[in-house]
């Protein structure tokens, strides 16, 4: 599914589209590549979260290892709008895809 239908859909104009724009509504074709990703497509790797570190003031990245009991991994640094961190969060979901099926 990856080769034949979303990757063709992954432009610098969908990326910028996600920048300007991660969170409401969207093209089809970023809508598309939203729902694979948010699909869990690497159950195998950690899955990437947004963790609230001060509420409406700052944000970061978190890692989930998927086990019940294990404490979450933050990463190091800081996000100062909900947009920024979600599209952080959008550019490094695309590159694991990316990587494992594939440009």
């Given at each position: 599914m990856w080769r034949e239908r979303i990757a063709p859909l992954i432009t610098d104009?969908?990326?910028e589209e996600h920048r300007r724009t991660?969170?409401?509504?969207?093209?089809a074709?970023?809508?598309?590549v939203l729902y694979?990703?948010?699909?869990?497509?690497?159950?195998h790797l950690p899955?990437?979260?947004v963790i609230i570190i001060t509420p409406a003031k700052e944000w970061a990245i978190g890692e989930h290892g998927r086990q019940k009991g294990v404490p979450i991994?933050?990463?190091p640094g800081l996000y100062h709008s909900i947009d920024e961190v979600e599209h952080a969060v959008f550019l490094e979901r695309l590159k694991l895809v990316q990587e494992e099926f594939g440009a």
């Open positions: 104009e969908l990326i991660p969170i409401g509504h969207h093209s074709a970023l809508d598309a694979f990703l948010r699909g869990d497509p690497l159950p899955r990437l979260i991994f933050v990463r």
